[in-house]
T-cell receptor, first 113, second 114 residues
Framework: QQQVKQSPQSLIVQKGGISIINCAYE??????FPWYQQFPGKGPALLIA?????SEKKEGRFTISFNKSAKQFSLHIMDSQPGDSATYFC????????????FGTGTRLLVSP | NAGVTQTPKFRVLKTGQSMTLLCAQD?????MYWYRQDPGMGLRLIHY???????AKGEVPDGYNVSRLKKQNFLLGLESAAPSQTSVYFC?????????????FGSGTRLTVV
């Protein structure tokens, strides 16, 4: 049972555009929401994370927006670059859960030159 | 600093054969995890360990066994491989001191069962 739903499955954005990936969850016990970035042939790597006590977190061109009441969160990539082409996973975990992450199904992003 | 190392990187098994995937980390992390990655299904937790000598089942544990005899190593075993176990397997580790640094993943093992 997938506890974190992610969309879209794939996304094509022109260089300089904004990439937006959305995730939704049901379990209100989740209290940590990271995003991971995965390049072909590599393992995922932590990109940015947010806790539910804030509505937005920004690191460079990457921003997480969090809507606790709607149980949704999204990743925005501003000024998207070809080097951002990768698969992105949202995830969620519970503080008391030994950091077990529940991952979304992934979004394959292609930024065209 | 190697991080998380997985061996082997690729393997082809025949149905019914057994094998062990090795994960080694050099960061002194308490927690270790095995995930499988399948198209359209994301990463699903197979088994995990919160310390040396302890293991627990994840979301999809059937057909797999694990052991963590040493803190730095986490082994994933397939006793009788099935085609449904064709997947890319990722090992990850994390410090028990908090979630700030997230997981460190290995580069994966691509397993094909024919």
């Amino acid at each position: 049972q997938q506890q974190v739903k992610q969309s879209p499955q794939s996304l094509i954005v022109q260089k300089g555009g904004i990439s937006i990936i959305n995730c939704a969850y049901e379990n209100t016990a989740f209290d940590y929401f990271p995003w991971y970035q995965q390049f072909p042939g590599k393992g995922p790597a932590l990109l940015i994370a947010i806790r539910p006590d804030v509505s937005e977190k920004k690191e460079g061109r990457f921003t997480i927006s969090f809507n606790k009441s709607a149980k949704q969160f999204s990743l925005h990539i501003m000024d998207s670059q070809p080097g951002d082409s990768a698969t992105y996973f949202c995830a969620a975990s519970i503080r008391a859960g030994f950091q077990k992450l529940v991952f979304g199904t992934g979004t394959r992003l292609l930024v065209s030159p | 600093n190697a991080g998380v190392t997985q061996t082997p990187k690729f393997r082809v098994l025949k149905t019914g054969q057994s094998m062990t995937l090795l994960c080694a980390q050099d960061m002194n992390h308490e927690y270790m995890y095995w995930y499988r990655q399948d198209p359209g299904m994301g990463l699903r937790l197979i088994h995990y360990s919160v310390g040396e000598g302890t293991t627990a089942k994840g979301e999809v544990p059937d057909g797999y066994n694990v052991s963590r005899l040493k803190k730095q190593n986490f082994l994933l075993g397939l006793e009788s491989a099935a085609p449904s176990q064709t997947s890319v397997y990722f090992c990850a580790s994390a410090t028990g001191a908090g979630r700030l640094y997230g997981y460190t993943f290995g580069s994966g093992t691509r397993l094909t069962v024919v």
